[in-house]
């Protein structure tokens, strides 16, 4: 399928026709040092679309010029393109910025691009081997991609854990050796030297990783300006309610190391603790510590029933296993089917939220949307990994007018753009609508944007983007998904030797 800006180059190339797009005059040029270009047409045109920018604040009827994959005029004031894509009564965003994400195949990135993702980073659990991951998605991605160098992950290739993805064995239950200790720093630290987007810590999944070897590796982030990515400790690990504790951990990390932390998803880290661990992240910050969180719209989590979160549940009362459902044949288990698939392995739904958690954690100021999804499957996984973003634009901007969509989209634009620029310069040019900034954008209809998948069917894309552009090429156009797309490109922090 020919994808729009290739289509666009070869109109350029040959018979170039031009649209005017508005009435009046010249071209608008307050622009960069790219303005000398401005008398040729731009590749593309999204013409009278409601531009949206949380960084400056602008919400209007403006003409959107993009050549060679960057944004180069925002203006009222005609444009002339190869290319013109009216974008009357719809949205035009930034694209959004998912800073957690696990899936491994890139065809579940294109429900991200339904949903309006246009960069996605594996940073909470992170990977071992940073180039090799780097290196499989090449040429291959239709949205932009970045990693974090993962604790966890590393631990088990030290370790020698036999868990898919998270720790099942001693990456989880044994302290490390001081040899152990040392080669997982090591790695940690080559991780970063080859760019990795910053350090994940899976800390509820590797409870026996003592205060001291975390701590060395929140030092060693520290020395790459890298940021901490973590799921905290919590009770669903350590067997007891008091969650703050697991949240304490991490201020008292950051505030030894100085390295910022980023706690993944309050909603269920903090469940009916996730106000009073919101209160105490906006405390920390007030006193210099720099932590942020993230949450995603969904009463149920979702992860893999041999992990550790597990090992506590072994003589629950019937009706906790009532809580959860197999993934796989979409059955609520007893503590029998508990036992059973605990020795088989794979992925568990955790019904064990309320709307009131998700709702104080989308509409806290410190919250960012992240989806927590992994790869799509027919009638297995999560909806959250199609359906995260519209959801919040759908039901709680529109419907509930819970937050603005300025807010909304603030949320997932801006504010992840911002938690990596430290490390990360090329996130500068995401999350905004401006002249000089990557053409990474979405162009929907704000009326009708909602989720469609449900735990029941995951792999429903979501509806309402009319256009999804990465890096200047659609992939979505006209409310269709263009397969075969690859745009994206990778997100790295400088490789350094
Ligand atoms: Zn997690």
Known sequence: MPDGANESRKR??????????????A????????SVHAQQPFDLVI??????DPESGLDAIRNVGIRAGVIEAVTASLLDGVEVVDAGGLVVAPGFINLHW???DPHSNYYEAMDGVTSTFELEIGVADVDKWYDERAGRMP?????AIGHAPTRMAVMKDPGEFLPAGDAARKPATDAELAEIELRVERGLKRGAVGVGFGLAYTPAASTW??????????????????????????GSTDREQGLMEVIALSAVTGTPVHVAHINSSGQ???????????????????????C???TAGATRIESFLFDTWTDKPEEEYHKLQWSATGERLTRETFLKYRKQGGLVLIHANTEDVIRTAVAHPLTMIASDGFDVRHRQGHPRSAGTYSRILGRYVREAGLISLMEGLRKMTLMPAQRLEARVPQMRGKGRVKAGADADLVIFDPRRIIDRATYEEPDVYAEGMRYVLVNGRFVVRDGAVLEGVTPGRPVRARISP
């Open 12 to 25: 350029a190339t040959g018979h170039t026709f031009r649209a005017l797009v508005a009435a009046g005059g």
């Open 27 to 34: 071209l608008a040029l307050a622009l960069s040092p790219l």
């Open 47 to 52: 013409a009278n679309g409601r531009v949206m």
């Open 102 to 104: 696990h899936g491994t």
């Open 143 to 147: 949205i932009n991609y970045g990693a």
């Open 213 to 238: 070897e975390i701590t060395q590796m929140f030092r060693t982030a520290a020395r790459y300006d890298a940021a901490a990515f973590v799921h905290l400790r919590g009770a669903s690990s350590a």
């Open 272 to 294: 009916t603790n996730a106000a009073r661990m919101l209160a105490i992240m906006q405390d920390a910050r007030s006193h210099g510590v720099d932590i942020t969180t993230e």
């Open 296 to 298: 995603y719209p969904y």
